[in-house]
């Protein structure tokens, strides 16, 4: 009936592993407000993946403004503009958590990786139960999640 955390990020890391491959991202993580919670590939210490992490690590308050800005609740900051050649696919779910993949065509990994995304988002509320309640804390969500799909271009 319930599976282990363990399971439950291995499970993880294999859809983060297929929706790379799915979308040809070069670099996809689940990312917290508090920072990255798992990522495919791992990083080299000064590749351009680690470099594209730090980036989302320092921008991860604005990337979690996108869904309030575009329900026109908050000013709208673009938190990509200054990272260049990417286009990403941003999915969060209940607001709490996302799944950011950096790819060459975003618009088309939307459609392409809607049912990898809805797995994953499965496997991220049986992973940690806060990501049940919305970003204010309110609603649960036991059965399915609020997802959020957002393309975002890149700047050149």
């Known amino acids: 009936m319930f599976e282990s955390r363990e399971r439950l990020a291995g499970d993880l890391k294999t859809l983060l592993e297929a929706l790379r491959r799915q979308t040809d991202a070069r670099y996809v993580c689940v990312l917290e407000p508090a920072g990255v919670l798992f990522e495919s590939p791992d990083p080299d210490e000064d590749g351009a993946d680690a470099a594209l992490r730090a980036f989302l690590e320092r921008t991860r308050k604005q990337v979690f403004g996108i869904p309030a800005a575009m329900a026109g609740e908050a000013p709208m900051e673009d938190a990509f503009e200054t990272w260049p050649g990417d286009e990403f696919l941003l999915a969060f779910i209940n607001g709490r958590v996302a799944v950011v993949a950096a790819c060459p065509d975003a618009e088309r990994a ?3 990786a809607f049912d990898v995304l809805k797995l994953m988002a499965d496997r991220l509320l049986r992973y940690d139960s806060k990501y049940r309640l919305d970003e204010k804390g309110r609603g649960l969500f036991l059965g399915r999640a ?9 700047t050149g």
């Open 110 to 112: 939307k459609e392409d």
């Open 146 to 154: 609020r997802l959020d799909v957002i393309a975002v271009g890149g």
